[in-house]
């Protein structure tokens, strides 16, 4: 009976022993977590080295590596995309103190420097919005845009590329100018765009060079995309008019081409002997003669009459072929 007693009494003791254990550990955790919460409140903020932000606001964590608790409060503004704003040490030092951190600015710094992240607009870019707001106005067309004032440095917020919209553009098809407002951001003032839009054509052009004599087959063409006032005097607009003709004179890819360049292949040669044929109603007479230059289907060219050794003009017909124009007369 005496032994059951002392079990009782040694498990009633253990029993305390290990509350009290328990009850040490869990004090001294509370202590730990508390010293370390006021270590992290006590230790200096750390600033960053190179400070850049995305955000319209510039918080504590955005200037300093260490700010805890107070990383979200709002210390100023951010400047606009891809510039930079300069905050004062001292100011900074001050609003620190007033959060219940400390920073000594140690090193001396006499100015903090904070950059916005940002997109800047290129000339493509700008060019691209005037035509979608001219397309979108009902100015027909495709338009080479050539801006000349006012798109230098500017910039969209880095994670709002996409935001920027032509508010206007006052085009002027008379002479080709424009006058457009870009507004690179909600919230961000107008910039005004200056410049000249020419209206572009679709063409037909050769894809590869072709020397003097060559046919043009319709592989040879290609449609290029060109600006109306370069097109030249008498620019060939279409495929037809191209497919079967001869080259005059060497002939560079991707360029318009005028219908001085090409011409009917030649259908009798320079010195040919040729059948030429003279007809009134009742009367055929043929004669034959020399060629003195190249001609083609329809053209006209000087011939000898070798009968009576005049020359004369005469219309190619085909191959050896040709008419007498009907005011001269074949005989000797």
């Known amino acids: 009976m005496a ?6 009494n040694i498990r009633r003791k253990f029993g305390i022993f290990a509350l009290a254990v328990l009850f040490l550990v ?37 200037l300093f590596s260490n700010s805890g608790d107070i990383m979200s409060i709002v210390i100023s503004n951010s400047p606009a995309p891809g510039r930079k704003l300069t905050l004062s040490p001292l100011a900074l ?22 950059k916005r992240s940002g997109h800047r607009l290129n000339n493509h870019e700008l060019a691209q919005l005037i035509k979608d707001e001219m397309r979108a106005n009902g100015t027909g067309g495709h338009f080479d845009i050539m801006i000349s004032s006012g798109a230098a440095g500017i910039y969209v917020p880095a ?3 996409g935001m920027a919209y ?37 063409i037909p052009a050769l894809n590869r060079t072709m020397s003097a004599g060559e046919i043009i087959s319709a592989d040879d063409i290609s449609w290029i995309s060109t600006r109306a006032d370069r097109l030249g005097v008498n620019p060939i607009l279409e495929e037809e008019q191209l497919v079967g003709k001869a080259v005059r004179r060497s002939l560079r890819p991707e360029t318009p ?9 030649d259908m009798v040669s320079k010195g ?18 020399k ?25 190619i017909t085909g191959p050896g072929k040709a008419v007498a124009i009907s005011t001269q007369i074949l005989g000797g």
Do not use: C
């Open 3 to 8: 032994h059951r007693v002392d079990q009782t």
């Open 26 to 62: 869990v004090s001294a955790s509370l202590v730990f977590a508390e010293n370390s919460t006021d270590t992290a409140k006590t230790e200096p903020l750390q600033l960053r080295s190179n400070i850049v932000v995305d955000g319209e606001t510039i918080t504590f964590g955005d």
């Open 93 to 114: 030092s001050r609003l620190a103190t007033d959060n219940g951190r400390q920073w000594s600015n140690i090193a001396g710094i006499r100015r903090i420097l904070v």
């Open 159 to 161: 994670n709002d590329g």
């Open 166 to 202: 032509m508010q206007s553009v006052d085009f002027n098809p008379s002479n080709g100018g424009f006058i457009a407002s870009l507004i690179p951001y909600d919230g961000a003032n107008a910039v005004t765009l200056r410049g000249r839009a020419w209206a572009m054509k679709q």
């Open 257 to 265: 081409i005028r219908l001085q360049d090409v011409k009917t292949p």
């Open 272 to 289: 040919e002997l040729i059948t030429i044929v003279y007809e009134l109603p009742g009367l055929r007479l043929t004669a034959r003669g």
């Open 291 to 315: 060629v003195l230059a190249n001609a083609g289907d329809g053209e006209i060219v000087r011939v000898v009459n070798l009968s009576s050794n005049r020359t004369i003009e005469v219309i």
